[in-house]
């Protein structure tokens, strides 16, 4: 199969779809990969890395959208992509639909064939394309919002873990999933004073063999306007797979937290778990509501690009593989766990929780496949 890989364009994005490794397990299985140009300098992988590998460098992605069969990219394709996208052409990718209806009709107008890491299921009803970015996520956070609670960042002017001669910030950490664990993981080694809110009984319980010194509490009990005040950071790590988020912190509880505290919308890809939040990018990632600091970059893992892309590529190749290998069709009919990541097929969309979201007619894959 030709595969391409075409270099990320989204701002300030500079993970890669392939690794020079993946590249040559796949060369080596005499799979044809095409790379541009460039692409993997951000992850610190050079053209010449590719070239050793077994693959060619392309000037200009024209030419990859063009030729290949399969495109590999890490975020959803901007618009200068989707025009460039071929029908039937198979794309494997995030995508987070749910944030994006221009995007999802653009995916349908181009009748390419694409598959959304994000939506893949596993028999552990896990989403093993989505976790390893929603591990970097989740620790990121913290980084990200102890550095905004700095003062020359417009914050409180304190230290997440305090000193021996004050106290530590109080974090929230809305959601105890993948990404929520990751960031209590990171607060509670930085000796910050950890609230998790968390929906489900069994979770909670895990959690608290996890972080026995963090107050965990089931958020269907708890009403968020009687605790919000005491919180110096609040990371949102809520997820409807596939679908949107919900509005957990609202506009009116803005308003009882301290000014210069700061919340993290780590759900922000599929449209934010905060009522305030807007997507930014790395070059301008935060903005300012009633006095509070939001921080909702759209691509966070981006940030550490070598770290996010060797997370990813080791998710990702076994399913990269087995489309090249066995070809599409028996890739999606080999599992239902591969046929939820499904999300737009020749003209159609697959993907039923998008569809309902956006009023656009559904077809059942398995009824295409």
Known sequence: MLI??????KNNEFRIGLTPKSTQVLTQQNH?????????LGSGFTDEDYQNAGAKIIEKSQELFSNCELIIKVKEP?????KQLQPNQILFTYLHLASSQKLTQELIDSKCISIAYETITSDTQGLPLLTPMSEVAGRLSIQAGARCLEKNQGGLGILLSGSSYSNPAQTLIIGGGVVGYNAALIANGMQSKITILEKSEKRIEVLKKEFPKAEILNIDQINLETIISRFDLVIGAVLIPGSQAPKILQKKHLGLMKPGSVVVDVAIDQGGCFETSRATTHENPTYIVDDVIHYCVANMPGAVPRTSTISLN???????ESIANNGLSEFLKSSNHHLNGLNTFKG?????PVAELFDIPFMDPKDLV
């Open 78 to 82: 901007q618009t200068i992509e989707t």
């Open 4 to 9: 391409g890989v075409p270099k990320e364009i």
């Open 348 to 352: 159609h969309l697959t993907y039923k």
């Open 314 to 320: 080791t998710a990702t190749l076994p399913y990269i």
């Open 32 to 40: 044809e990969v095409h790379v541009e140009k460039s692409a993997g």
